[in-house]
């Protein structure tokens, strides 16, 4: 075992597709801090794309054209080690939790993904809702080499 | 005996898009491959064994290909992404199961 | 972004033996094979649809052509036969099993 | 119920490749005479792939290049409706069933598959081997329409 050498960080980026890189980039440098993580390339990739799906339906169904902002803050909880994605925005628009139904992955489609692949590669998923305030919490566990 | 013999040409485009293949490049793709099918071509390889990340943004574009690509008489394969961890991806949204997977780009 | 476009064209040659494919006229029907192959043509075709009879030795030409055309990095793809007696033996000898089954020749 | 019409007939051809599709013809002749066959297209075909693998075997391996003869007997017999094939030749080699052992489907194979399809697609298929005159008896049932 190993300990978590991470602190916590905030990134705070413009709400455009291109920006999200950027929040890519950071999270692979976070979780590459981390000690002893076991198949690191997976894990990383894993939770750098639900944050993606996440940040993509901020920028395209929340602001939806309007200029605004997201902050991405990463924080690691220990026993067991987990990483902690918190997502804020000041969108106009929500997410209808209520009106979401699972893709049919039986016919290829090219919409209603994003959503499905973040509940499947999050350990967590929450969100509260609120115009001009929705806040999502993922949690995934950072599996350690014995 | 009779047998008759007839010969079809072919031609197969290769598309390999050798960075992030996200919401923010898809546009990009998509248009390249919108002038593709304007140009008649219907048989194409989507070759991601370079392609280091695919979002589900670049996952819409090619199921957006392989039902034109269809429509028109043609298909779509994938050439095998070099990251497992896209490889996984793939096949947890089962797109492994609706198109056709290559190991490598198939020598003409 | 970088995204690289390649072009491939492709020979496929479709053959269609229009009487009995038996014994006696296998070997002609072999030779007609043969001379492709030799020529380079490694993709296939082969339209049974019009084929009214198909014994064991006219099977022996379609595997002896598909373990060349794979050897070459080909392939051989068998259009169904329009007599169902003939589609039941291909399924009996797991025919469909070894070669890609079409419901016609391809549009091009 | 019908009842059947045909009266036995026996083909003689030369053993070559070329006259077994006389053999073919007789064949899809003499169906065609009984009446109320069901699936008439099925059951011929196959009886006629049966003695085509048959026959093909006696010109191939039993004259093996030499010259001779095949006679082929057709004849039905009722309750149950059925065909008896009878065909002899007078060639040197025999079939050896003794050391025949049925192929492996799985992968693709350009030899064996004659005796076994003729196996699968007749009800009985008996065998008197002897050098110069060797018999064989196909039986298929016919079935009848109700
Ligand atoms: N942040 C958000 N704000 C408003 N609506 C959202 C948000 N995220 C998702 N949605 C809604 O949920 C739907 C499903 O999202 P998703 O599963 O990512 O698929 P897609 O974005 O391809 O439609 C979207 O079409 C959108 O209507
Ligand atoms: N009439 C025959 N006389 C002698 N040998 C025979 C005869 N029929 C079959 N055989 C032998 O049995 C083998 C298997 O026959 P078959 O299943 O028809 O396959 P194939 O003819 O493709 O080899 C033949 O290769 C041959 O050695």
């Known amino acids: 075992m190993t300990t978590a050498t991470g602190k916590p960080l905030q990134i705070v980026i413009p709400a455009t597709l291109e920006a999200l890189r950027q929040v890519s980039a950071k999270i692979e440098d976070y979780i590459a801090q981390i000690d002893g993580v076991e198949e690191p390339e997976i894990v990383t990739y894993n939770i750098v794309l639900a944050v993606q799906e996440l940040c993509t339906n901020i920028v395209k169904h929340g602001y939806a054209g309007e200029s605004g902002k997201i902050a991405v803050d990463l924080e690691l909880a220990e026993a067991p080690l987990r990483l902690i994605i918190s997502v804020r925005d000041n969108a106009p628009h929500i997410f209808d939790k209520a009106g979401w139904a699972a893709p049919n992955l039986d016919e290829p489609k090219e919409h209603g993904l994003g959503i499905w692949l973040i509940q499947q590669l999050m350990d967590e998923v929450d969100y509260q809702p609120a115009p001009g305030n929705n806040r999502w919490r993922l949690v995934k566990q950072i599996p350690q080499r014995a | ?108």
């Open chain 2, 1 to 108: 005996m009779e047998i008759t013999v007839t010969e079809q040409l072919s031609r197969t485009v290769v598309v390999a898009p050798k960075e992030r293949l996200d919401a923010f490049s898809a546009p990009q793709m998509r248009e390249r491959l919108e002038a593709l099918l304007a140009e008649g071509v219907t048989q194409f390889v989507i070759d991601l064994s370079q392609t280091p990340f695919l979002d589900s943004a670049g996952m819409a574009v090619l199921v957006s290909l392989l039902k034109r690509a269809r429509q028109a008489g043609g298909d779509v394969k994938l050439v095998k992404p070099a990251s497992e961890a896209v490889q996984r991806i793939l096949l947890l949204t089962r797109f492994d199961k609706v198109f056709d997977m290559l190991d490598s780009v198939p020598a003409n």
